[in-house]
């Protein structure tokens, strides 16, 4: 027969109970304050959270429910698959069926989530297997990134829209960094050279231009630093792959990054070799016929419409008898006998575009008459319309 125990025995086996019953006590609040502060984060997380038991939404929090426009506990007994946007919901569905098997399933992705109105959004989710009542299911956090997304295709179609038309100009375009490797350009920088892209890309100034350009180049890019102004250079000149030697047009500026710090340089450059070429020739061709003109015995005279001198040799000044500053203040009509003969003048000459040998009476400065013909011709702007006459008398 067991011995009864005593009761000093009995005495301690409650007092062990007590202590246990305490524990466990203090282990359920603890499990409740745990639980409590873990309903508060969930609640009043930014992100939108729902649980899935199998297929089944067992619980959403409240960001969730606003996110999509839903009430309380109206996505509960849904399948989840519903809140996505047609497009994914068959993606999503197999993550998680792949998830709950225990099979390794990419946790974070962006997806877009279907609104009960049916408008849509752009959403990140990061999701994780958990078991909930011994069942498989999935525990899911989903992040609004619409306005990022926005953002960013923004940001895309404005890239691509100067990129169209960085790519469209004769221009070449340029990035460099502080040190004048090349970080960027277009495809005419490459058309202008002659460097295929992946001979460009991270080339040095230094490397197609003189030394002597070079130490210009390096005061020109300080200069831009340290002041932060844009310059224009009518002179640059480039070596290309070829080894011959182009004149450029330049316009440069400084780059910065986000927080304003000075990172490189961008600028457009223009072959203006040919045009360079065409003003030098241009000016040997002036300098020539004004000498022609100069040393001519025949007056020769441009004028405005309005009869302004521009230009007159000196067989002009010899032939009416004054000095250059006497004639500066003169008008073509006042070398006319008879004013209207100069109307009669320029009907003659814009009704054809020329006249030869236009008899008319002019006057000296000492007021002597003297018969005269001019042959002349109208000059006209790239519109065609009338900007002066020139002829000779």
Request: aromatic share 10%; charged share 35%.
């Amino acid at each position: 027969m067991a011995k009864k125990p005593t009761y000093e025995e009995l005495e301690q086996k409650i007092k062990e109970l007590e202590k246990e019953v305490s524990k466990l006590e203090q282990t359920e609040e603890v499990l409740e304050q745990s639980e409590e502060k873990y309903r508060g984060l969930v609640e009043n997380s930014f992100d939108g959270i729902f649980v899935q038991k199998g297929p089944t939404i067992i619980f959403t929090n409240q960001r969730l429910n606003e996110m999509l426009g839903y009430e309380k506990d109206e996505l509960v007994g849904l399948d989840h698959w519903l809140v996505y946007h047609p497009d994914y919901q068959e993606l999503t569905r197999e993550r998680a069926e792949a998830r709950m098997r225990g099979e390794m399933v990419t946790p974070q992705y962006e997806v877009k989530l279907q609104r009960k109105d049916g408008s849509w959004l752009y959403g990140e989710i990061n999701a994780r297997a958990i078991s909930f009542e011994e069942e498989p299911g999935v525990q899911v956090w989903v992040r609004d990134i619409t306005e990022r997304k926005q953002a960013e295709d923004t940001l895309k179609e404005s890239e691509e829209k100067y990129r169209t038309i960085l790519e469209s100009i004769d221009d070449g375009y340029f990035e460099v960094d502080l040190t004048g490797n090349l970080t960027f350009f277009n495809d005419a920088l490459c058309k202008i050279t002659g460097y295929k892209r992946d001979e460009l890309l991270g080339m040095n100034n230094r490397e197609y231009t003189t030394p002597e350009t070079a130490k210009k180049m390096y005061r020109i890019f300080n200069q831009i630093y340290r002041t932060g102004k844009p310059l224009r250079i009518m002179d640059y000149e480039i070596i290309l792959k070829d080894g011959k030697t182009i004149v450029l047009e330049m316009s440069t500026s400084l780059m910065r990054d986000p927080s304003g710090a000075p990172v490189g340089f961008r600028g457009v450059i223009r072959d203006i070799t040919s045009r360079r070429k065409a003003e030098e020739a241009l000016k040997e061709s002036e300098e020539k016929y004004r000498t022609i003109s100069e040393q001519s015995t025949d007056a020769i005279y441009i004028t405005t419409r309005e009869g302004e001198l521009s230009y007159i040799n000196q067989s002009f000044l010899d032939l009416f008898g004054y000095t250059k500053k006497e004639i500066k203040n003169l008008n073509a009509q006042d070398f006319y006998a008879k004013p209207k003969d100069r109307s009669r003048f320029q009907r003659e000459l814009e009704k054809t575009g020329s006249t030869k040998d236009f008899e008319v009476k002019l006057r000296k400065k000492d007021g002597a008459e003297m018969d005269c013909l001019i042959t002349a011709t109208v000059r006209q702007a790239d519109d065609r319309s009338i900007l002066g006459y020139q002829g000779i008398i």
